[in-house]
């Protein structure tokens, strides 16, 4: 629905009004996203069969490394924006400096903000401003043992271990 999948902010709500205007359903998710693996495929698949448009907000590489830690991101917004904006599910997405996006949503008024499972909806950043719209908080199941710190726990984890990560 979004020619080019990155948008600045101020674009996007544009593009936002036209879709309220066309009664499009627009889901909105957040997170970091610095090594995407099966729980955040997972978690776009099942945002997009919430409604008709998917928009994806990508924490920069200050406010990761306020949230993560000093280790990270792994990879730069750049990057993460480009791997991102080849996943199908995803419409479009935004990048915000913020560590919690609250003015982002009640920018964007998503019609659907939907979260991953290990947030409980009393505690979605962003909650009142889009119920305030007639909106929902929906919480997609959390897919066990696929998060970003697993993944990379186990590489370490293997690395220490000796294992050799290259092939044979």
């Known amino acids: 629905m979004c020619r080019d999948k990155i948008y600045r902010l101020e ?5 936002r009004e036209r879709f309220k205007k066309k009664k499009i359903k627009v889901i909105f998710t957040n997170g970091c996203f610095d090594l995407i693996h099966g729980g955040h495929i997972y978690l776009f698949q099942m945002c997009q069969k919430l409604g008709d448009v998917l928009i994806v907000g990508v924490n920069d590489d200050v406010s990761v490394k306020k949230i993560k830690g000093p280790m ?10 480009e791997i991102l904006s080849a996943i199908q599910e995803i419409d479009c997405l935004v990048s915000f400096s913020e560590a919690i996006p609250r003015k982002l949503i009640a920018e964007l008024r998503p019609d659907i903000l939907a979260k991953g499972g290990d947030w409980r909806p009393d505690e979605v950043v962003g909650k009142k401003e889009v119920e305030e719209e007639g909106g929902e908080v929906k919480i997609i199941p959390y897919q066990k043992g696929h998060s970003t710190s697993q993944v990379i726990e186990k590489i370490v984890n293997r690395v220490k271990g000796g294992d050799n990560l290259k092939q044979k």
């Open 11 to 15: 674009e996007l709500v544009k593009v």
């Open 72 to 81: 990270r991101p792994l990879f730069p917004l750049n990057e993460r924006l």
